[in-house]
Each structure stands twice: as C-alpha cells, then as structure tokens.
C-alpha cells in the first residue's frame, strides 16, 4: 500500500521556524508534561508513531531524551549511525529523505553541516528536526528557556550574558532573544564572534562585549560552552590560550544580578569554561536544565505529530 502523507510537514530547523506566541506555548507545555510525567500520568498520543534519529555527532543528552521523550508519548525511536545505514556509503541525502520519510513519522538529525538538515527537510515528506548542526541548537534553548521560566519567570526584557565561543550555541541564542524579546551580551575573543548573518538581524538585542566581567554586569542569566565543540579538538591549545580570561566563576556571577541562574548545555570541563564553585553550587539549575531537553522535546515532538 502506498504511503499516503501528503499533507506539507512542519520541520524545526531553527527557532524562527516557529513563531514568538508559539515558541512560548511550546515552553509552556514542556513545563505541563513535565509535571505529567513526575505524577506518573501515562500520555501516549503518538502511539505506533516512529521517530527516525540520524546521528552524525555523538550524543548522550540528545539520544537518551529524544529516545525516552517517544517511548513516554506512546511512540517509537530508532536509533541510526552512518556506519550502521548507507548515508555513510555515498547515498545522496535526497534519496535518504525521500526513502526514509516513506516509512517514520518523524526524523531528527545531529551532524555537522547545516546545510545537511536543510536538504534533508527540503526532500521530506515528515517533520525535520534539527538536534544540533555545527550552525544552531535550537532543541537546547527550549529547554533552557524553559527552565528560565520555570525558576524566574518570564525572560522578556531580562538581561542575559554569553561567555565564550560565537559558535552554535551563541548562534541560538541570538535568535532566542529575538523571538524572547531579552537583551543578550555576547563576551567573545576576537576571531570567535557569531557570524555576523545571525546576528545582524538581532539588531540592537544583542551586542559584543569583549570583557566578561563587564558583559555579565547587570545580567539575569550567564551561559557558557565549551571552548572547543566535537570536530575542533586539534585547536585546544590555541582556544585554551585565547579564552583563558573567558571562563565563568564566581567572579563573573559576581557581577551579574543576586538572583541570576548560571546554564550550560553540557558536557562541561570544570576549570575551563566554568569553575566547578558555580557549576556545583546547590541552586545549580544546570541538572534541571539537562532534564528540561526530556520534556521540552516531548512538546515538540506532540506539537508537530498531533
């Protein structure tokens, strides 16, 4: 029998793929099914429904929240690496789209190259989601507004601080101050700043700051990432030297506002980006934040399969 999906799919590529009133809705859920799931309810609407997970990057948080996110909506994940499909021996991605849209409801994807996941979704006949490109990680500021909300509030005009690399997550931040209406600080070395496509359209939301210390005054919330993302290890020792002042500790957070939250997506190296004295501290909302990718990711999920 013939595949019968005809019907355009929504693809989450970026978070202006969803607009501000939705974005907040999707926040809004994710706290809902939270509270759902720790009461023990069972909510399976996407019973019998398959999510196909491309994996190009390695992964804990992302797999092991996508994958249990299915299995609690009723659905199942399937677990896909390039050694164990034919994406790894030269198939061109339009035909692994089309023959694989044929047969999941649902694809998410973790790679390298953006431009990946944006051919991908152009040759799909199901929802797209992007689960990190060397571009954005739009499925981690979910979860990390989410968890602003949850503890603070709202973050519309609230101050927030980035320190460290223009790199992915940077990136999507920027697009989260526009679609969130806060002001964003982006403390970066010169030779690491977004790319300036991302961030001019921001305008005066966000601006470069080089000192930390100076960026994080006033801040809400301070974020930081790796100094060296999966695919730059060979540049640890340049990166180490050039973000040497770029690490948040309690000197930084000193600076901020008295009730300001500290985020990471993680995984973290303590004594780089962050000293273990703010990371571990016992009002950390970083653990919560991890847990956050669970729920926020089942209201995406619910949001373009139901």
């Known amino acids: 029998m013939a595949n019968t999906k005809t019907k355009q799919p929504r693809h989450f590529l970026s978070l202006l793929d969803l607009s501000s009133d939705e974005l907040r809705s999707l926040v809004a859920r994710a706290s809902e099914l939270k509270k759902m799931q720790h009461a023990g309810e069972i ?3 996407l019973k019998n429904q398959t999510l196909g997970m491309i994996f190009e990057k390695s992964s804990t948080r992302t797999r092991v929240s996508f994958e249990t996110g ?14 164990d499909t034919q994406l790894d021996r030269g198939e061109p991605i339009e035909d692994s789209a089309r023959v694989m849209s044929r047969m999941v ?12 996941v944006d051919l991908f979704a ?19 500021l979910i979860a990390d507004m989410q968890t602003y909300f949850e503890h603070r509030g709202d973050i519309k005009g609230k101050t927030v601080t980035w320190v460290g690399d223009g790199n992915n997550m940077c990136n999507s931040y920027i697009n989260a101050a526009r679609q969130f209406d806060f002001k964003l600080n ?28 100076e960026a994080a005054a006033g801040s809400d919330l301070v974020v930081t990432d790796v100094w060296a993302s999966m695919g730059q290890e060979e540049e640890q020792a340049k990166r180490e030297k050039a ?27 303590r004594g780089e980006e962050v000293s273990a004295s703010v990371i571990d501290r016992p009002d950390s909302v970083v653990w919560d934040e991890a847990e956050n990718r669970l729920h926020s990711q089942k209201a995406l999920l619910e949001m373009l399969l139901c």
Not at 70 to 83: D, I, K, V
Not at 130 to 137: I, S, W
């Open 186 to 213: 982006i403390a970066c070395p010169e030779g690491y700043d977004p790319i300036t496509e991302i961030m001019d359209p921001a305008g005066d939301r966000c601006q470069i700051i080089r000192d930390p210390m």
């Open 70 to 83: 299915m299995t609690q909506l009723g659905g199942h994940a399937l677990f896909l690496s390039p050694r």
């Open 122 to 140: 152009a040759n799909s006949r199901v929802p797209v989601i992007n689960a990190l490109t060397d571009l954005l990680h739009p499925c981690q």
């Open 243 to 269: 973000f040497a002042i770029y690490q948040v500790n309690d000197d930084v957070m000193a600076q901020a506002n008295n009730d300001a939250l500290f985020m990471h997506c993680l995984p973290a190296h």
């Open 105 to 116: 409801d649902c694809i998410m994807i973790r790679t390298f190259e953006h431009e990946k």
């Open 43 to 45: 909510h399976e609407p």
